[in-house]
């Protein structure tokens, strides 16, 4: 899997020659090599999988601009497919730098839960169903609760900050048998959050919520149960849930799967909070 970098933010600046963060190009022999060089814009580069590979196209499509490193080379726009071993060119966009991850699908009995696109977050938040939908392939209804969310610009900036919090944040939660979105479930921050190092160093804070029409179907302990044992393959034993003291079923649900109320807080937009924990057994990094 081929990875894309930030590796700055100022205009004209150097490319580090760092083993994370390497500029690789194509001399016309073929050979790759590190280069290090002015170039007049900042730029997510790519750089060479760990395998040593090197990729000979786009893989996927750039909306924003790409750049041939030579100098007076032309900004312009790469389409998925097009070849990339021409010396020094870059392919760069906040949203390939984002989405090149590959994301599994998580799989429980009923449901599918789905990671969202830097485009579906786009168009979740202006409010564009249509849009929404079309991007990752089922139905998001017109009143889907995550439309022109506050919380979505956070998320895809943290996104675009740290492509490894992608598969962390929003999924929505789809049903098998007509790929309807009926909710949608997040972590806050991928794991270790740094808000919760006073519970563990490697935990995560859960948040999901159904659609008004789609609940007392179980959708909430399905979607729950899938999301706690993918993070848990991926070292997590320690979760935490945030509970309006009004917010009944959920504060059932929290009960019955294991968590337990350790505290109270005030958050600044949702208010009074029950905080919720559950410790699962073991990868916890703690």
């Not at 490319?15 to 730029?43: C, H, I, W, Y």
């Not at 979740?124 to 995550?146: E, I, W, Y």
């Not at 294991?258 to 949702?270: C, L, P």
């Amino acid at each position: 899997m081929h990875r894309w970098v930030r590796i700055s933010n100022n205009n004209d600046a150097r490319f580090p020659n760092a083993a994370d963060q390497r500029f690789v190009s194509r001399d016309k022999g073929g050979a790759t090599r590190d280069e290090a060089g002015s170039f007049p814009m900042p730029l997510f580069i790519n750089f060479q999988a760990m395998d040593g590979s090197f990729p000979e196209e786009c893989p996927q499509d750039s909306s924003r601009w790409a750049y041939n490193g030579k100098r007076g080379g032309r900004i312009r726009a790469l389409q998925k497919g097009t070849r990339l071993l021409g010396y020094g060119m870059l392919c760069d966009i906040e949203r390939v730098a984002a989405d090149v991850i590959e994301i599994p699908v998580i799989i429980t009995s009923r449901l599918k839960l789905i990671s969202l696109s830097i485009d579906c977050l786009r168009a979740m938040f202006d409010g564009d169903f249509v849009s929404a939908g079309a991007s990752v392939g089922f139905t998001v209804s017109p009143s889907c609760s995550l439309l022109k969310h506050s919380s979505i610009p956070r998320r895809i900036n943290l996104i675009l900050k740290d492509p490894e919090q992608h598969p962390w944040m929003y999924r929505a939660i789809v049903r098998r048998s007509d790929t309807t979105m009926v909710g949608h479930i997040s972590f806050h921050h991928k794991a270790p959050d740094p808000d919760l190092l006073e519970y563990s160093s490697y935990a995560a804070e859960l948040g999901y919520t159904i659609e008004t029409g789609q609940r007392r179907r179980g959708y909430a302990e399905e979607s729950v149960r899938g999301m706690m044992g993918w993070a848990n393959r991926q070292g997590v034993a320690t979760f935490l849930l945030s509970i309006s003291p009004d917010n009944i079923p959920s504060i059932g649900l929290a009960e019955k799967i294991g968590f337990r109320k350790i505290s109270e807080r005030i958050d600044d937009t949702d208010g009074l909070e029950y905080v919720y924990i559950s410790r699962m057994e073991a990868n916890d990094k703690a």
